[in-house]
């Protein structure tokens, strides 16, 4: 059974940071490219950043990009979203997620987290 495992996430003032961290089990997590995305109320759910198996390819979505950096560490089945900088638009509940190809689109990514809740006030 896979599971992903959101943590890190919190309420901190505008310009400040947060790392998120998402740990993973019940699959070949080295073999995966993981990515972020988020989704904010009443809106569709986006994506923030990826990173392939290696870690050698990394994408990020233009909104976050110079701020927020993934990286991942597959001795220990965990994939890193460090936010800095963050916005009041920054707010959301943030997913990680592990698809079998690298790619930006929701739907390639078969296996989902539950989500962990960052808020930035202004």
């Known amino acids: 059974q896979v599971q992903l495992v959101e943590s890190g996430g919190g309420v901190v003032q505008a310009g400040g940071s947060l790392r998120l961290s998402c740990t993973a089990s019940?699959?070949?997590?080295?073999?995966?490219?993981m990515g972020w995305f988020r989704q904010a109320p009443g809106k569709q759910r986006e994506f923030v950043a990826d990173?392939?198996?290696?870690?050698?390819?990394?994408s990020y979505a233009n909104s976050v990009k110079g701020r927020f950096a993934i990286s991942r560490d597959n001795a220990k089945n965990t994939v890193y979203l460090q936010m800095n900088s963050l916005k009041p638009e920054d707010t959301a509940v943030y997913y990680c997620?592990?698809?079998?190809?690298?790619?930006?689109?929701?739907?390639?990514?078969?296996?989902w987290g539950q989500g962990t809740q960052v808020t930035i006030s202004s």
């Open positions: 990173i392939n198996p290696s870690g050698s390819a990394i």
């Open positions: 997620a592990a698809s079998f190809a690298y790619s930006l689109l929701k739907r390639d990514y078969a296996h």
């Open positions: 019940g699959l070949a997590f080295s073999t995966f490219t």
